[in-house]
């Protein structure tokens, strides 16, 4: 079903729902957009976007306390009218009773918050935009190593989720083993999830199912990360040809998104965990405009231009 549900935006947004008769079920909200009917609350209802979500302020309140009651009917009756998503009154306001009977009528839930208009806003976009995010499944682990967000893939039984659980244990957070989702925020953010139904578990073959929250502790899991860097484990081979410096990033694309990716080989005596953190360390100093690599290279060009008897 397209869209994310009313109720389930109404409880993540800890919100007051006026309208409990009204089955919230068969309500979805389809754009992350949000619009402060203003014009519409003032009679001119052209280019009306009724499809998103209205948010009643501290202005379309004020206003409508200056009209009188049988404006005030004649206004909600249009205004309700149309196929709303869902109505939210913001900064505690709550709706007169002509208000509620027009909602009812016209079968439109009803809501508030005592959040200020503009914050509440620009939360719920974001709520929104990740709700409603383009989102594709891929087979992973997540974690969470230095505030970087850092997917582990590779075929099955390579070694995944030994080595994110020897991250746990090193003080990193888990976020999701074996299946990610990832959702486009935006042209820059991708947002790793973990379906609700394998949440904090990890799978170990020979062991079973370890649940990381209960064992280690609500400190060692996360519920969402952003993807930052992927790391891709394969069998090593020794005709293969692998990067040991560094100094052109590679790349790959997730919803047109494109994330630094690193091949890693697998050889017996690796240690995967400290790969991984030495890896995560190493894109954050880069983002912080610091690439060893590149100091390598100027450093081997600088002793070579050198002259002779320097040297």
């Known amino acids: 079903m397209e869209g994310v549900s009313v109720a389930k ?3 993540k947004m800890d919100l007051m729902n006026y ?6 079920k068969e309500h979805r909200i389809l754009l992350a957009d949000v619009n402060r009917p203003a014009l519409q609350l003032s009679g001119y209802f052209e280019h009306f976007e009724q499809s998103r979500v209205q948010l009643i302020g501290m202005v379309e309140y004020a206003y409508l306390r200056k009209q009188s009651e049988a404006q005030r009917k004649d206004l909600y009756e249009k205004f309700l009218s149309f196929d709303i998503p ?3 009154f913001c900064r505690g306001f709550e709706p007169d009773d002509s208000f509620m009977q027009a909602a009812l009528k016209n079968n439109v839930p009803i809501f508030g918050t005592s959040r200020g208009t503009s914050e509440f806003m620009a939360e719920l976009i974001y709520t929104l935009k990740e709700a409603l995010a383009p989102c594709i499944t891929i087979h992973g682990v997540l974690v969470d190593v230095y505030g970087e967000g850092l997917m582990i893939m590779g075929e099955s039984g390579i070694g995944k989720s030994e080595a994110a659980l020897e991250l746990v244990k090193r003080g990193h957070r888990l976020v999701t083993d074996d299946v990610v989702e990832i959702r486009k925020i935006n042209d820059n953010t991708l947002i790793g999830t ?3 139904v394998t949440r904090y578990f990890i799978e170990l073959r020979g062991i079973g ?3 990381v929250k209960t064992l280690f502790g609500v400190e060692c899991v996360k519920e969402k990360q952003s993807i930052d860097l992927v790391i891709k484990m394969e069998d090593w ?3 293969n040809d692998y990067d040991r410096l560094g100094l052109e990033e590679e790349y790959i694309e997730f919803l047109g998104n ?3 990716c690193h091949s890693l080989p697998i050889r017996p005596g690796r240690n995967l965990a400290v790969i991984c953190e030495a890896a995560a360390v190493n894109h ?6 610091y690439n060893a690599a590149q100091e390598l290279y100027r450093r081997v060009q600088a002793n070579l231009a050198k002259p002779e008897d320097e040297e």
Request: glycine share 4%; proline share 7%; with cysteine.
């Open 9 to 11: 935006i109404a409880k």
């Open 19 to 24: 309208t409990p008769d009204i089955d919230l």
């Open 86 to 88: 869902c109505v939210i």
């Open 194 to 196: 973990s379906p609700d």
């Open 209 to 211: 199912i370890l649940d």
């Open 237 to 239: 081979k020794k005709e």
């Open 258 to 260: 494109k994330v630094v």
């Open 284 to 289: 954050r100093q880069k983002k912080m405009g």
